[in-house]
């Protein structure tokens, strides 16, 4: 009976304290924390194992994020940051949530819970089941609950009215099957965490450069004169990218930082694996742009204003006219497109000096090997495709793309959702990959597209979706507008989740509901035909196997593939498939891989090799024959329309240190100062001051959009180093203030980094 569960968490105060924000990032309290944890949630035996095995060429691939790994040596105990090791932790920790656990707390007790101690009960052990009207989940056996699936799924109308979602955990060999399964099943509904995450970027890079990807490799990082971090947060999100950050600068690079918020590890940084190496006092940061939240198109707008005139004034000083004739289409209707704005006017949006801008501007024009990164910053706004269409038209420009230590960095979140994309966890499949599956597996695969996830929310929200299967992840906190989507959840009459923690979706539930538990990357997966390892595709296009080494933390557990295969077999019996057989061996789901997706040849012998391989990449090559025009395409962006009224604010959701996504490790965020507490709004002091509100004082936020208002109360304000009318939270606290509606132009990502809100003191 969830009908009255908590959708998100409490809003009590945990007694926040509040440091200056250190100096530098990583170094000797990076080791500390990461360390504790291991030992408090693993112990100490097993911790060591652990992160002897994390990243390394015959270990398991780190949870943590998509970040790549050094093609050359790789250092015992050393591919680890601090947030991987955290992330490990989080996975192989001693906490359980047994079937007693769940007969001693209903699901309403555990909703009043916070996301931090929902986490911290631990790893699921069976499979359990949340009865119609029932206060308690109760143990249910695999046979049972893949049955309930069966003839729930088989009892739809049609199948469109089921979604099935995918987080960014989920090997390519699972993926794979996932996908498959629902499509033989009849539907096109795979949703999944990267709608939220790097959608805009898949949709501007495909339009520009012809696919979706980044284009350049861990190796251009030596290679590249400028790099330019923009709207990323490397210190706690990619933590071992600043090592290469580092590695450039050392070289000679010279790096540019475009953010609202002067993050601690960009300003500066200390290699925790390096201790020797610590250079005191050096910024990784050469030059920082304070720009507003949403002024990204502004501020680029007006970089290539300040190339063109330098262009005109000294012909082919700036521009590679050779590239762009030979590469490119659309130049003219770019510099035609950029006289219809002036400097002055693009200049407020952003909240720079104009002088500031010039000295990006010269360092850009000035160098030739320019390599642009970001992250959510970019993508999770109305206007996020045409922030990274106008990053692309800055490295066509300069012809900086396709060649060593230059290109497109889109820095990827979950560590296998690039390899699930290519696996075709997507609900707009193209139809080559369709006829590909058809032609291999024998069946009319289905050609009209699902729903993305803000499309899965609506439907649910209508009753045209009725069954609601989770591959890991956590949509009700991950998603936005968390009361109108646990709404939607709730009209479901079943809803699955297939996970290894405890989380707020297992409470948050249809009439009836389901908790699948599976294998996590670190443990022994052993089959019919013995152990297995897994594959992932990491955020610069290499494929390499990950095999856990851990004993699984329950006797009961399933592998991702084998619950796929469970599920298939309970709802379809005249499936051209043999499920059984292709999960006994992983690498006969590898051979399927092969014969169905484009680049796979030789996949169970290359995935053999230490470090996996390189998957082509046409940006990359130079090569943009992919693209609608042959060519890789200059494009027309426009700046946010978004307008303040007096007293309102523009709110970005964004990550402490303390967390991955909606999985809570720990109340801090170190690194931003802020201890103990995640109820906070960081505002600027003279915003404070128009509001004659002082440190800690407690707030509730109200969001705005088409007339609509959301609320969230008992906010402490926190004050920081912010531009004037910005302000931040934390996601998922804050979701609750994201309109459904308010999402990203073609992209559909939820624009969870422009929510226009009101603050109230109490
Ligand atoms: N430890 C840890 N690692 C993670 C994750 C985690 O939660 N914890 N999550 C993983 C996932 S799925 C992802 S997608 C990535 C996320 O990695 P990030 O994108 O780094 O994560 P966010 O916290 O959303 O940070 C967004 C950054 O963009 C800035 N920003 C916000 N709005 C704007 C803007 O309008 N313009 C500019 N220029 N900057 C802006 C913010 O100040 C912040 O520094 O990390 C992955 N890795
Ligand atoms: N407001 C706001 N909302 C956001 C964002 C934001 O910046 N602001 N960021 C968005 C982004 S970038 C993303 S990627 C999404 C993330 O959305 P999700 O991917 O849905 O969320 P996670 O918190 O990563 O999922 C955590 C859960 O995954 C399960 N899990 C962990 N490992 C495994 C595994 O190996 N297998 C299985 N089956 N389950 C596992 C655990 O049960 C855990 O509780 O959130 C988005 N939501
Ligand atoms: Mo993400």
Redesign the pocket.
């Known amino acids: 009976m969830s009908k009255n569960t908590n959708a998100q968490p409490p809003n009590k105060l945990t007694g926040i304290k509040l440091k200056e924000a250190p100096k530098t990032s990583a170094g000797i309290k990076a080791i500390r924390s990461a360390l504790t944890h291991i030992k408090d949630e693993v112990g100490v035996g097993k911790g060591i194992q652990l992160l002897a095995n994390l990243n390394q060429k015959n270990g398991f691939d780190c949870p943590?994020?998509?970040w790549p790994d050094p093609d050359d040596k790789r250092a015992f105990l050393a591919e680890y940051c601090e947030?991987g090791a955290?992330?490990v932790a989080e996975e192989a920790t001693k906490n359980k949530v047994t079937p007693l656990f769940f007969a001693t707390h209903s699901v309403k007790e555990l909703s009043e819970l916070s996301d931090y101690e929902i986490g911290k009960s631990g790893r699921i052990t069976h499979p359990m089941y949340l009865a119609e009207d029932a206060t308690h989940y109760q143990e249910i056996s695999w046979n049972d609950a893949f049955q309930m699936i069966g003839n729930e799924l088989n009892g739809l109308n049609s199948p469109d009215e089921a979604i099935f979602y995918t987080s960014?955990r989920t090997s390519n060999e699972a993926a794979f099957l996932y996908q498959l399964f629902v499509r033989q099943f009849g539907t096109n509904n795979l949703p999944d965490?990267s709608n939220m995450?790097?959608e805009s970027s898949g949709v501007a890079l495909s339009e520009t450069l012809g696919i979706g990807k980044g284009s350049v490799t861990l190796e251009d990082f030596n290679h590249a004169d400028l790099v330019i971090v923009?709207?990323?947060?490397?210190g706690?999100?990619?933590?071992r990218m600043l090592s290469a950050l580092e590695k450039n600068k050392k070289k000679g690079g010279k790096i540019i930082t475009?953010?609202?918020?002067p993050?601690v590890g960009l300003m500066n940084f200390k290699d925790p694996q390096n201790p020797l190496q610590w250079i005191n006092g050096e910024d990784l940061t050469d030059l920082f742009l304070q720009?507003?939240?949403?002024?990204?198109v502004a501020l680029l707008k007006i970089i290539l204003k300040l190339m063109k005139e330098q262009e005109e004034a000294s012909p082919n000083a700036v521009f590679n006219h050779q590239f762009i004739k030979e590469k490119t289409s659309g130049l003219e209707n770019l510099l035609k497109d950029l006289d219809n704005y002036t400097i002055d006017e693009l200049l407020p949006q952003t909240g720079l000096e104009l002088s500031e801008i010039q000295k990006a501007t010269a360092l850009i024009i000035n160098n030739e090997n320019i390599i642009f990164c970001w992250?959510?910053?970019?993508t999770?706004?109305k206007n996020a495709v045409d922030n990274i269409r106008e990053v692309v038209n800055i490295l066509l420009l300069k012809g900086s793309i396709g060649k060593k230590g230059a290109g497109t960095c889109p820095?990827?979140?979950?560590s296998n959702?690039q390899g699930d994309r290519t696996m075709g966890i997507w609900e707009r499949p193209k139809a080559s990959f369709l006829d590909n599956l058809e032609n291999e597996f024998h069946f009319k695969a289905p050609r009209k597209h699902g729903y993305d996830v803000v499309d899965a929310i609506e439907a649910m929200h209508l009753k045209k979706a009725k069954v609601f299967f989770g591959m890991g992840g956590n949509f009700i906190s991950a998603t936005p507008d968390t009361e109108f989507t646990a709404e939607a959840l709730r009209n479901c009459y079943l809803t699955v989740q297939v996970s290894t923690k405890l989380n707020r979706s297992h409470l948050v539930t249809g009439k009836k509901a389901l908790i699948l538990p599976c294998l996590g990357r670190t443990e022994k997966d052993i089959q019919v035909s013995g152990e297995q390892f897994v594959s992932v595709e990491n955020s610069m296009g290499v494929v390499h196997q990950s095999k856990g080494t851990l004993k699984p933390c329950s006797e009961h557990l399933l592998s991702e593939p084998a619950i796929v295969a469970g599920v298939a077999n309970a709802t379809m019996n005249n499936s051209t498939t043999n499920w059984t057989e292709l999960i006994a061996n992983y690498d006969l789901i590898r051979d399927k891989i092969e014969a169905t997706i484009p680049d796979f040849e030789d996949y169970n012998k290359r995935v053999r090799i230490k470090g996996g391989f390189y998957l082509p990449n046409n940006a990359r090559e130079n090569d943009f024959t992919p693209t609608k025009t042959g060519k890789a395409n200059f494009s027309i962006n426009t700046p946010s329309k978004i307008k303040l009224k007096k007293s309102q604010f523009m709110m970005?959701?964004?990550?402490t240190?303390d967390?991955?996504?909606t999985t809570i490790y720990g109340l801090d965020d170190r690194y931003r100062g802020i201890l103990n507490e995640r109820r906070v709004v960081l505002m600027n002091k003279e915003d404070m001051n128009s509001l004659n509100l002082e440190k800690l004082d407690l707030v509730d936020l109200t969001s705005h959009f088409n007339n609509e208002k959301r609320e969230a109360k008992g906010f402490l304000v926190v004050p920081y180093d912010i531009p004037k009318h910005c302000t931040?939270t934390y996601?998922p606290e804050a979701n609750v203030l994201v309109p459904i509606k308010n999402k990203a132009d073609i992209s559909n990502t939820p624009a969870s980094?422009?929510v226009i809100i009101t603050i109230k003191k109490r």
Request: charged share 15%; with cysteine.
């Open positions: 943590g994020c998509a947030n955290k992330a960014g965490c995450c790097h923009i709207g990323q947060n490397p706690t999100n990619h933590p475009i953010n609202p918020l993050e720009v507003k939240i949403n002024g990204d992250a959510m910053g970019l999770q706004h820095v990827r979140g979950h959702v970005m959701t964004i990550r240190h967390q991955y996504n931040a996601f980094k422009t």
